[in-house]
C-alpha cells in the first residue's frame, strides 16, 4: 500500500481515460487513493492504469458509458463497499459538450447523451456513493463545472443548461450532508487543453492552454481529508 494522505482511501473518478480525469487519477495514486476508474474506453482506461502503475499506484476499471448505461451507475456504490468495504472521494470529471448550435436546433438525441452525462449521471452518482461517502471518516466529493453553467453563451445551450442543472443538484446535496464530514465542491479548472475544448474551439493552440496536468493538483486538493470548504465554486486559479 502506498504511503499518503490517501493511503487506504478508495476514490472513484469519472472520465478517466483521458483529459482532468485521468491527471487526476494519477495525482490521487499518488497520494496514496486506491483509483477506481471509469470511462467509455477500455484502452484509454488502460492507458491511465498504466501512468498509475508507474507511480505505484493500483486501480479497477469500470468500462461503461454514462449515457447509454445509465443504469450501471446504481450499482457502483453497493458493489465498491461489496469489495472493499468503504468509498472516500468521488469525483464527477466527465464532461459531454453536444454540438455548439442554436437551442431551436438541438436534436433530441444529443441532449440526451450531453444531459445524460452532465446532468442525470449526477444524480445517480450522488444516489448511490452518497450512503459509503456519509459513513467515510473524511468522504470528499467534486464534481467539475464550467463558467457557461452561471453565464449564458449563444449556442452553448446543451452544455451550460445541463452543467447548470448539476451545480443546482450538487449544492442541494451539500446543503443536505452538512451536519456529517462528507464535504461537496463544485471545481471550474477553467481553460484546459482537453478534447472537449479542442472540439469546442478547434481553431487553438493546445500548448498554449494550461494542462490537465497543472490542473490535477487543485483538484486533488479538494479531496483530501483536511479540506474544510463545503458547497463551493472553486476555481483554479480563485
Not at 142 to 161: C, D, E, S
Not at 164 to 181: D, S
Not at 194 to 209: N, S, V
Amino acid at each position: 500500500m502506498r504511503e499518503g494522505p490517501l493511503a487506504g482511501q478508495v476514490a472513484l473518478v469519472t472520465g478517466a481515460s483521458r483529459g482532468i480525469g485521468a491527471a487526476l487519477a494519477v495525482e490521487l495514486a499518488r497520494l496514496g487513493a486506491h483509483c477506481v476508474l471509469l470511462a467509455r474506453t477500455q484502452g484509454g482506461l488502460e492507458e491511465t492504469d498504466d501512468a498509475i502503475r508507474a507511480v505505484g499506484g493500483a486501480t479497477t476499471l469500470l468500462p461503461f458509458d454514462l449515457a447509454k448505461d445509465a443504469e450501471k451507475i446504481d450499482v457502483i456504490g453497493p458493489s465498491l463497499v461489496e469489495r472493499f468495504g468503504r468509498l472516500d472521494v468521488l469525483v464527477h470529471a466527465a464532461g459531454a459538450l453536444g454540438s455548439l448550435t442554436p437551442v431551436a436546433h438541438i436534436q433530441p438525441r444529443e441532449w440526451a447523451e450531453v444531459a445524460g452525462v452532465n446532468m442525470t449521471a449526477t444524480w445517480r452518482l450522488i444516489r448511490t456513493c452518497d450512503p459509503p461517502l456519509r459513513a467515510a471518516p473524511a468522504g470528499r466529493a467534486v464534481f467539475l463545472t464550467t463558467a457557461q453553467a452561471r453565464q449564458p453563451k449563444a449556442f452553448w445551450g446543451p452544455y451550460g443548461a445541463t452543467k447548470a442543472g448539476m451545480e443546482y443538484l450538487v449544492r442541494c446535496w451539500a446543503q443536505e450532508v452538512e451536519k456529517t464530514p462528507l464535504r461537496v465542491n463544485l471545481f471550474d479548472p477553467g481553460v484546459v487543453a482537453t478534447k472537449l475544448r479542442a472540439k469546442a474551439m478547434p481553431g487553438e493552440d493546445p500548448k498554449r492552454l494550461a494542462q490537465p496536468a497543472d490542473v490535477a493538483p487543485a483538484l486533488a486538493a479538494l479531496c483530501l481529508p483536511g479540506e474544510t470548504r463545503h458547497g463551493e465554486t472553486i476555481a483554479r486559479l480563485g
